[in-house]
């Protein structure tokens, strides 16, 4: 479409955990990604040391932060720091993110 606007389509795809998919897109500092979790699957704990924020777009999650645990559902946002270690498990049916990475993920490229 240009330089500018692009497709889903167009973005990287990666399966990162059994069930989990991840489409993302960069810049030079910042990396976007939607993320759709199937049904009862499980994004397992684990860190990084880029900052990580999001928004649930649809569906229910249990999301673990820093051993902090909450049920989220559309419209919530969640918040980690780098190095905190964190898990997602899909509640019921599909959900999707909308995350944001600060740098980019090379591993998501």
Known sequence: MGKYFY?????????????????????????????TFEPHSVVEEHSHPHEQ??????????????????T??????????GNIRHRVVALGGTAVAFDV???VREDYK
């Open 7 to 35: 497709k889903a389509a167009d973005c990287a795809k990666h399966q990162i955990f059994p069930g989990v998919t991840i489409e993302t897109s960069w810049l030079e500092r910042v990396m976007t990604s939607i993320v």
């Open 53 to 70: 924020m999001g928004i649930i777009v649809s569906g229910q999650v249990e999301f673990t932060i820093g051993g902090e645990t909450a």
């Open 72 to 81: 989220l559902g559309p419209g919530d946002l969640y918040r980690i720091p």
């Open 101 to 103: 990475f600060s740098p």
